[in-house]
């Protein structure tokens, strides 16, 4: 039987930092409303003030939800890299292996490295350790400090994060092998 090459990650955003964060957030909020409807009977004739922290609220439910449901999946075969942060990407991003100059994995920080292009070319982060914009390249992290470091050919470059770092590193030396056999 023929064995497959195929390297599989699928990571979440830590999530006990997830639910730590709305108990942080969400315990006051029965209190505040309280206090608001019930003991300052002005804020609770207020229907604007009333709206507005019913939407704030939501929002901010919303943002937990984000979190607790964002992942990073990562497919890597014979035919390339795919990987999609999910919910920001429904399907899967494909960068094919003539597309690749250099795979290789390495330690990088996601903060250092967004905030230097932001500065420089004014790059947009979203979410801290998520998905950083910039010129020249793209990074899609939900943890740690270890990532796939893809140098396209357009000199671009695309950081995957990894928690498998020694388990990807073996499998990039044997796709390799595999590879320049054909």
Known sequence: MKEELVFLERQYFKRWFVIVLSLFIFLPVP???????????????????????IVVTLL???MAVLLFIMRLDTIIDKEGVYYRMF????R?????WDDIMEAEVTKFSPLRRSVTTA???????IGGHGMHFGIGFSSYTLS??????LSLTNHKKVYIGTQK???????????DAKRKQK
């Open 31 to 53: 209190v505040i409303f309280y206090i608001i409807t019930v003991l300052d009977k002005a804020a609770g004739q207020n229907t604007l003030f009333l709206v507005t922290f």
């Open 60 to 62: 901010m439910l919303l």
């Open 87 to 90: 919910p920001f990407h429904w």
């Open 92 to 96: 899967f991003k494909t960068i094919l």
């Open 119 to 125: 500065m420089r070319v004014k790059g947009v982060t």
């Open 144 to 149: 740690g400090n270890k990532a796939l470091l």
């Open 165 to 175: 770092a020694e388990e990807l590193s073996e499998f990039l030396v044997k796709l």
